[in-house]
């Protein structure tokens, strides 16, 4: 229990003798005084009834003090869009067909959603944020799952127009066949070609935002998303990159392959600093490791790192392709 008490702390044994002595010391003031009161009980003030009416008086006027106070509350977070987890408002108008992409926070909120989430939404789409595709709405952050069902019948999504096609009236016209054609000196409409695979870990930006649904400021996240990481090691972690679609994230496993290997981390010899630089480790984590190491030896495999009890066994795996023993 000791050693476990040490290594779960990371601290030292002098460290853990002073933590001991000093959670001692207060259970025993806790217990004196609880003691202390149990043998000498308070007596109980002897009031009059005038006492006793003016306390009543004042208890009465506290609580009411209280519910003006808890309204003017709840008044002013409903105002500044505090209330998050609360309730949808009641619905001002009665459901019909929109348009996700073009409603402004007004019609959002006469559908029953919330004020501070139509913002958040509006605020989605004037960063270039898109809803290509209905489930995409799902993908705003604490979007309702019941508002979603209900409201995804009436949301309509302009499918993409076809190419316009050239009038009739300015083909020239076949006396034989009696059919219009098209002139061989007019320029045939070319599509565009399809992006060829790359290797997602050596991409640079300009490959990137040439993917559909994926812009310059998309592509500079994932290059800073997959620096943090070292690499990519499976197609499944695009998924957590901040901002990607359904359509993006759709694109970017069609054509971004994983072709080299990912960088790894000396787990022996990294300070906290660096390894607090990863993606899976947070800053506490990474010190616990380094304590740990110093106090015990190096490590050799991945299941020498189950013992540190802030690793779970999820972070260990996806931490197993970033780590040298």
Known sequence: MWSGFRDYFGLSNR????????ILLAVSFLLITFLYRFREPEPLPDTTAADQRKLDSLVALMEHDDKEAAASRLHRDGESGNQMHSDPPARRMPLHAFDPNRASVAE??????????????????????????KEDVQKIYDF???????????????????????YA????????????????SRPERTKPLPVQPFDINTADTLQLAALKGI????????????????????????????????????????????RSAPKKININTASAEELDRHVYLSRRQAE?????????GAFTSPESLKPIRVLDVRTIERLTPYLAF
């Open 144 to 166: 309702p799952p019941a508002l979603y069902q209900e409201l995804e019948p009436y949301m309509t999504l302009p499918e993409r127009s076809a190419a316009p096609e050239h």
């Open 15 to 22: 460290q853990a003798r002073g933590a001991l002595v000093l």
């Open 108 to 133: 959002w909120q006469a559908l029953g959603v919330p004020r501070w989430l139509a913002e958040r939404i509006e605020k989605y789409r004037s960063r270039g944020g898109q809803f290509r595709q």
């Open 215 to 258: 812009g310059n400021k998309l592509a500079n996240r994932i290059i800073k998303f997959r620096d943090a990481l070292g690499g990519f090691v499976s197609t499944e972690q695009f998924g957590d990159i901040y901002g990607l679609d359904s359509l993006a994230l759709a694109e970017l496993r069609n054509v971004g392959h994983i």
């Open 169 to 184: 009236a300015n083909r020239p016209f076949s006396a034989e066949s009696g059919k219009r054609f098209e002139s061989s």
């Open 288 to 296: 616990i490791i380094v304590r740990y190491r110093e106090q015990h």
